[in-house]
């Protein structure tokens, strides 16, 4: 079965541009969470989904937005990017209700110039 | 808030010996502990798990953790270390009422001298 799958793998932009980031869960899988990885640290929880609905909002500003899709898909939103916001961006999937055993996809690499 | 503490930024080891990295923990109930392992480039991997019941857990590739709650600890430990154990580690805590949403410590590096 596939893992977890995002795209693109690496993406450029500049500031004050929007950024969309997708996410396929493993299949069966309902729960889908975003991470932050600002590089040296650790992931940084921002979202999570579970049948589309949001169950939880790390602190994050609002050009932060995300969405799950019928098939469990999701996307994450980023506008106005800063210079702050080059990062790997990390999606897991779970399989609730033990929806702490995170399966987590290679992330999408942002470099903001 | 809960909160991890990585206190070592950087391990180095020779290959073959043996290896304990720490992480102490701060939550308000029963923590769902875990250790993930990430090469450079790549997502996180699963190596451990402890939810409940026995405080040492075994994981992945050789690799074991011991729950101690009066320390607020999770260390992860490995007898001897192959050169392929080179890589970051993260410790994480969630909970029950946080599914899918975990926190974690800041890393530590594992460099594994030959």
């Known amino acids: 079965d596939a893992g977890v799958t995002q795209s693109p793998t690496h993406l450029i932009k500049t500031r004050g541009q929007h950024v969309t980031l997708r996410c396929s869960p493993i299949?069966?899988?309902?729960?889908v969470s975003w991470y932050q990885q600002v590089l040296g640290q650790g992931p940084q929880f921002i979202f999570q989904?579970?049948?589309?609905?949001?169950?939880g909002r790390g602190n994050f500003p609002d050009r932060f937005s995300a969405r799950q899709f019928p098939n469990y898909s999701s996307e994450l939103n980023v506008n106005a990017l800063l210079l702050g916001d080059s990062a790997l961006y990390l999606c897991?999937?779970?399989?609730?209700?033990?929806?702490?055993?995170?399966?987590f996809g290679p992330g999408t690499r942002l470099t903001v110039l | 808030a809960q909160s991890v503490t990585q206190p070592d930024i950087h391990i180095t080891v020779s290959e073959g010996a043996s290896l304990e990295l720490r992480c102490n923990y701060s939550?308000?109930?029963?923590?769902?502990l875990f250790w993930y392992v990430q090469s450079p480039g790549q997502g996180l991997q699963l190596l451990l798990k402890?939810?409940?019941?026995?405080?040492l857990v075994q994981g992945i590739k050789g690799f074991e953790a011991e729950f101690k709650r009066s320390q607020s600890s999770f260390n992860l430990r490995k007898p001897s270390v192959h050169w392929s154990d080179a890589a970051e580690y993260f410790c994480?805590?969630?909970?029950?009422?946080?599914?899918?949403?975990?926190?974690f410590g800041d890393g530590t590096t594992l460099t594994v001298k030959p």
């Open positions: 299949s069966g899988h309902k729960s």
């Open positions: 897991a999937s779970a399989l609730p209700p033990v929806a702490n055993e995170q399966f």
């Open positions: 989904y579970y049948e589309k609905e949001e169950r």
């Open positions: 994480a805590v969630g909970g029950e009422t946080n599914a899918g949403k975990s926190t």
């Open positions: 402890y939810f409940s019941g026995d405080t």
């Open positions: 939550y308000g109930a029963t923590p769902y």
